[in-house]
């Protein structure tokens, strides 16, 4: 391949073999999968518009065939990869682990993280934290522009990969653990709403539109995807990882008290994003070509 596309990137090897990995899956439980055709030809479209973009990016390097390449096509493909799960989960591994979840989540606090966390109920408390769990969108745009900004080419290429890997592991982590989380299985344990000032309902209902309920609660990517973003906000750019920390330590709470994740969901979500460090960047040098830049 990197004979035939010298500007083929460790991140494009990534997707194209993740892509491969959720064809072959799609293929197989197909007669199990209503929207199977659907979700193929989405795959096979997202393969082949990376293709046109790497060479594009090869034959004419231009600011807009940059920007395509580097952000609106990464950006887009890890959502519509997420959207798609909405129509695979449920049908190839039906079983959902949330009461797994809420039996370790009592056994490691001896109570409902969720449940005990009303005691610090209040309508500020939870328009601030829903904010910072809407940071999650935007964190590793803000890096990957900064680092484009200055010029640190080889940062936004490992950064890029390490993130996205991030998604991908824990999109895998949703296929083989599928949880829909606290909000919908001990609701009626909860004793107060949570209703924030004035953005809170609004971000809370268009999230709920966007996503749907993908029985992706275990790990949780908000945890490792953001981790992973302060990772290498302190590596590759530190005034933003000095912006980003305490944004990041409210995300983490957020999830727990908003009652999207159990706490196993999030201790989850931090072995994740160690482990895609870990390995992602072992991963980043063996797919690395010499001419990838």
């Known amino acids: 391949m990197h004979k035939v596309f010298p500007a083929v990137m460790p991140v494009d090897i990534l997707t194209f073999g993740f892509l491969a990995f959720l064809f072959a899956v799609t293929a197989f439980f197909m007669k199990q999968i209503p929207n199977a055709v659907f ?9 082949a518009v990376l293709l046109l973009l790497i060479y594009l990016r090869a034959k004419n390097n231009n600011r807009i065939i940059r920007l395509a390449y580097d952000i609106v096509f990464p950006v ?9 799960l909405g129509g695979l989960i449920r049908y190839i591994n039906p079983r959902t682990y949330d009461p797994l979840l809420i039996r370790l989540d009592y056994l490691l606090f001896g109570r409902y993280p969720t449940v005990a966390l009303e005691s610090l109920t209040h309508p500020v408390i939870t328009e601030f934290l829903q904010l910072a769990y809407l940071s999650y969108y935007f964190l590793p745009v803000i890096l990957g522009a900064a680092l484009k900004l200055k010029g640190k080419d080889d940062a936004f ?8 890997l ?12 599928p949880a829909i989380g606290p909000r919908y299985t001990i609701n009626h344990l909860q004793n107060i709403e949570l209703h924030g000032i004035f953005l809170r309902d609004i971000i809370d209902n268009t999230l709920n539109a966007l996503e749907g309920t993908k029985r992706d609660a275990f790990p949780s990517g908000h945890t490792a ?18 912006i980003f920390l305490p944004v990041v330590l409210a995300l983490l709470v957020s999830t727990v008290y908003l009652r999207y994740h159990y706490a196993v969901d999030v201790i989850g979500g931090v072995l994740l994003a160690v482990f895609t460090v870990y390995a992602g960047e ?9 001419s990838s830049s």
């Open 39 to 47: 979700i193929l030809v989405m795959y096979a479209v997202l393969s």
């Open 76 to 84: 887009i493909t890890v959502f519509l990869i997420f959207d798609s």
């Open 157 to 164: 290429n490992k950064s890029l990969f390490l993130i996205v």
């Open 166 to 177: 991030c998604f991908y592991l824990s999109y895998i982590g949703y296929i083989l653990f």
């Open 225 to 242: 995807v953001t981790l992973v973003v302060l990772y290498l906000a302190y590596r590759f750019q530190k005034p933003l990882y000095n």
């Open 282 to 290: 072992r991963c980043y040098d063996c797919l690395s070509f010499p």
